[in-house]
RNA sequence: AGAGAGGUGGCAGAGUGGUCGAUUGCGGCAGUCUUGAAAACUGUUGACUGUCAUAGGUCCGGGGGUUCGAAUCCCUCCCUCUCUACCA
């Protein structure tokens, strides 16, 4: 959520901003909410001065009820009656100010910062870096649907009769595999100083609001009625909430955690001809990396995790490429997105399988998640996450690029984590 | 799931209707002492809102109520602990 104090100091490089992330009624909802909050403002003076007339007199009453004055103290509680009305009437003016700026306020997406490019759509985004040759495969060679069958490592239909599409099953070194992936992927975070954690992957609604899943993107996710807790659509939304509501000391930032987790995502409306196989699912593994940093430090931070994932990559020796997210397909909450896309060659498609965000203070708002800083104020703190990796598109790509006439054909970096080269 | 107890400031823990935003201890910070440190002693130390700065206002698990006045009384929801039952 952003600050309206950024939006009354900056408001036309805010308006401007918006529109770059194709918010379309940036003008107007900038103009209502500087407007209610300045009523909001002189609501709370006047509420507050009669609050205080009414604090003063009842302690009036109370020193002369001890004095023993039992008459005047009753006659002063006349006073007091018109008061209480009169409050009682600004505080709910002053309820109903304070919701109707937040239900504008929570609709703005975060401001992009001036480094995203402008745009509308995939098309949009900037390739910032490439690496890796696209491998040639021969005529016969199979996309990783094909492929999952012809090893019997993956089942889709096991999948649909136990759950529903988009929930596979994995078996035999195809489940290996996913369980080697997850631990290299923990093992290099740990490596890299983030220290791991294992969050529950159900949550509830204060969370889902604090990382900006709620009111966005209720329909995404799946919910537990009887309980009242959504599933995670990435661990992103437990780690990042556990500094919900913290003041953190300034020598405890950097905080870096990693974690793996299900995810679960309903696609509610995104299902089509190119999500076939593993390229979109309901559950699916992942693990995350998530920084708290302080402003300063968030930039430095973020290209800390773009190398991360980049030194992830390479060790899987995929070919990949990284795009600097334009305005118009950067999420709802981030300020400046990296995507990362490894190449599925069999598909001939890129893949999205990473996804590096800042998020500047806009989580940090929500969650009130703020450290002190060198003159002893409270500030907010800028959050950061990003997969590293999500699997089943690597999958994908690993099963596609390295099929041999042997079988598939592992990473040397992996072979030490599932304990054989071929899948065959 | 049943019975009981309880949720107070970074932590521990007082406070049961009137200078209580809250005694006290620990921790933190500053100072005295010391070559330096420790110990001891002294002072200081919650968050939000608001103001140029004061002032003022709000917050004792969440929400609602009673009252001139609520941390304290009532209702409701949530959570934690102990015992019993059940169980991966």
Partial sequence: MLQISILKENKEKSIQALLKKNYKSAIEDIET?????????????DMDNSLSEANKIAKEIGELMKAGKKEEAESKKALTSELKIISKNLQEKFEILEK???DVLVKLPNLPYEAVPKGFGADDNEVIFEHGNQPVLNENALPHWDLIKKYDIIDFELGNKIAGAGFPVYKGKGAKLQRA???????????AGYSEVQPPIFINKDSGFGTGQLPDKDGQMYYMNEDDLYAIPTAEVPITNMYRDIIIKRENLPIKHAGYSPCFRREAGSWGAHVRGLNRLH?????????ITEPKDSETAHQSMVNHIKMLLEKLELPY????LCGGDMSFGAALCFDFEVYSAAQKRWLEV????????????????RFKNEDGKSVLVHTLNGSAMALPRIVAALLENNQTPEGIKLPKALVSYTGFEFIN
């Fill in 354 to 369: 990473s996804s590096a965000s800042n998020f500047d203070t806009f989580q940090a708002n929500r969650l009130k998640c």
């Fill in 283 to 291: 559950q699916f593994d992942k693990v995350e990396i998530v920084q």
């Fill in 100 to 102: 109707q700026v937040f």
């Fill in 33 to 45: 909410i500087l407007k209610l909050e300045e009523e909001k403002k002189k609501t709370q003076f």
């Fill in 181 to 191: 992936l997850i631990n290299f992927f923990l093992d290099e975070a740990s490596n």
């Fill in 321 to 324: 490429r990284i795009l600097k």
